[in-house]
């Protein structure tokens, strides 16, 4: 059997989780967009819409200090 853990299947998961630390730091997405992540991007992952990279998953967990 599957076993389960804490990590993230959905894109929408992905996004929900990447909204709510976004605003729990008070930050808009254009304090975490960087080059290769646009503010439009980051609308599209939070609303579940797009699939981030591995390395965009890194640099997004370093602007919101979680990873």
């Known amino acids: 059997p599957r076993q389960t853990g804490t990590h993230i299947d959905t894109p929408a998961a992905f996004g929900a989780r990447l909204l709510a630390s976004r605003q729990a730091t008070g930050l808009r997405q254009s304090d975490i967009a ?9 609308s599209l992952l939070e609303s579940g819409r797009r699939t981030p990279s591995l390395q965009v998953v890194r640099q997004l967990a370093e602007a919101l200090r979680v990873g």
């Not at 960087?34 to 980051?42: A, E, K, L, S, V």
């Open 34 to 42: 960087f080059p290769g992540c646009t503010t439009g991007y980051i």
